[in-house]
């Protein structure tokens, strides 16, 4: 029992480490890279005490030498499902009540072996098996990773803190209870901070877990658990399962105990889950409503306004579309450029394009390394040579992908002179930008283009030196951008300064790396006590 309102260490960012040549940072990363890529991992699944293993494995291939094998995973079977929820509930038991600060303890310990002994090792994994550059690596895997754990807990006793008003006679309080069941976490490959935080923000307000990683991101989850339970998380609250995604969510789903869901993914299998979860309801299955938590697809813009400065817009570009091989929800994947300065733009991003260098991650003279898998290889380099095919298309930049050793496509630029060009409005997930230069006088015309052209409503940047300009697209844009940049690239929210979601088709909008994303993993009470209760029923209008 607390015997005392105990302050939490104030949380902070954790500072990017540079890597420049010479630093410590850079040459840990490199000996642990390679104790990584020349062994092998066995992955299995973590539920409750166990750590199982079905010997029905799948390989760990590194994108950018998918030839080689890191490791294996293990996939589950219906029953192994089935027991990870057992195992959750039970767990819960004890979790649930466990008092606030010991919970707290535990994510800010994880937060601190993120920081100092586990930080190589998790950049590392990521690099490998995500094709992050580690200056990539290291404010996903890291940074961004430690600050949430470290943030969330701030949020949480802010939660705790927030308390209704007592009259005369009368206590009022309000206590913020775990879901009534399982929260099931699925997380995607990209952002290893995302694959952690979305079991851990749920786990922190005292629910237990089911947690689906990506395929291709299960090497640096095992990183994950290994450090949750060295930071001294109990078995059973995040449980880890791997294999047929359409099994493992339609087993989870069909529990009456299924309390709410944590996603990171695409738009359409959002989709799904919600309909199988509305037709669950109509069923009459669940005890409870299921919260429904999603960040989706984006459709992510880049708009300059004449005033802009060239050189700024074409970095924003650059970075913003090819960082990570434009593999961020948020990454910009279209861009409206005026005529005016179009030739200035267009010189420096072709040439920034043709400076950049392609390859494996452990050189860290590469600016770009691969694309996950074969899967989205094949599907980038479709609409690469349907761009090269179409007249209303031209590729300025790039436009090359060979896949004999690792899925590399190079940072493409198409400059369409149609607006509603199939790769504006159609999500790729890859290095692919598509430009579309616009007459100077059509300003207005080209906000409208922006807002209505994309089902999503992810990120989006503006860049300008005209402050009506800018206060014009701040107005003209709400709606389309959950995360808005002003003179800056759409990518790189950093928890606690740009909590991150949007809405339309491209999610809830419930803004990981904030309060509010927490309040959805919690259910209030409120208690009223009363001092001294009445002991006669007549009111004084009675007379």
């Known amino acids: 029992m607390p015997k ?48 199982i293993r079905t010997g029905k494995t799948k390989t760990i291939n590194p994108p950018f030498d998918h030839k080689k094998t890191v490791g294996t995973y293990h996939e589950a079977e219906k029953e192994h499902v089935v027991k990870a929820i057992e195992t959750a509930l039970e767990a819960r038991k004890k979790w649930a ?69 007592s009259s005369e006679g009368i206590w009022n309080r309000m206590e913020h209870r775990p879901l009534e069941g399982f929260i099931y976490a699925i997380t995607p490959f990209n952002f290893t901070a995302i694959a952690g935080n979305l079991p851990a923000s749920p786990a922190l307000m005292g629910n237990v877990v089911v947690w689906k990683p ?24 995040i449980n880890m399962v791997h294999g047929d995604p359409v099994m493992i969510t339609d087993t989870l789903l069909e529990s009456p105990d299924f309390a709410g869901i944590h996603y990171t993914g695409s738009t359409a299998v959002f989709n799904g889950i919600w309909a199988k979860i509305g037709q669950n309801m109509g069923k009459g299955i669940y005890k409870t409503y299921p919260r429904i938590v999603g960040e989706t697809g984006g459709k992510d813009f880049v708009l300059a306004h004449p005033s802009s400065i060239p050189a700024q817009v074409a970095t924003g570009l650059s970075r913003g579309a090819f960082e990570f091989q434009g593999q961020k929800c948020s990454a910009a994947s279209r861009a409206y450029i005026p005529q005016s300065i179009w030739p200035a733009v267009k010189d420096q991003l072709v040439a920034d394009i043709a400076s950049m260098k392609m390859g494996s991650p452990e050189d860290l003279s590469n600016f770009i390394t691969c694309v996950i898998h074969e899967g989205s290889f094949d599907k980038l380099a479709k609409y690469i040579d349907a761009a090269k095919n179409s007249p209303e298309a031209e590729i300025i930049a790039g436009g090359k992908y060979d896949k004999s050793v690792g899925y590399f496509i190079e940072p493409t630029v198409i400059v369409t002179t149609n607006p509603q060009y199939e790769t504006m409005h159609t999500e790729l997930f890859g290095p692919v930008l598509t430009i579309y230069v616009y007459e100077d006088a059509k300003w207005e015309e080209t906000l409208k283009l922006v807002d209505e052209t ?11 030196q005209d402050r009506y300009a800018i206060e014009q697209a701040t107005k003209a844009l709400e709606n389309c951008a959950g995360n ?27 803004k990981a790396g904030s309060i509010l994303n927490l309040l959805r993993w919690v259910s209030p009470r409120t208690i009223k006590e009363t001092f001294v209760p009445p002991t006669d029923y007549r009111y004084p209008f009675l007379g």
Request: hydrophobic share 45%; with cysteine.
């Open 214 to 237: 990506s395929a291709a991101q299960v090497y640096s989850a095992n990183v994950i658990m290994e450090v949750f339970k060295l930071a001294g998380l109990p078995d059973g609250v």
């Open 4 to 51: 005392g309102i105990y302050n939490v260490p104030e949380a902070f960012n954790e500072p990017v480490k540079s890597y420049a040549p010479g630093t410590p940072e850079r040459e840990q990363v490199l000996v642990t890279f390679k104790e990584l890529y020349n062994t092998t991992v066995d992955v299995p699944l973590y539920i409750g005490t166990e750590e």
């Open 484 to 510: 808005f940049y002003i003179n800056d690239k759409p990518t790189g929210a950093v928890v606690g300064q740009q909590p991150f979601g949007g809405a339309r088709a491209s999610g809830t909008n419930d």
């Open 454 to 464: 994309s089902p999503y409503a992810l990120t989006g940047a503006i860049f300008s």
């Open 97 to 165: 009540s466990m008092a606030w600060e010991q919970r707290a303890s535990i994510f800010l310990k994880a937060a601190e072996l993120l920081a100092g002994p586990y930080r190589a090792k998790i950049n590392a994994a990521t690099m490998i098996a995500q094709a992050k550059t580690v200056h990539q690596a290291e404010i996903d895997a890291a940074c961004e990773f430690i600050d949430f754990l470290r943030f969330n807990v701030e949020f949480m006793t802010q939660i705790y803190a927030e308390q209704p008003v």
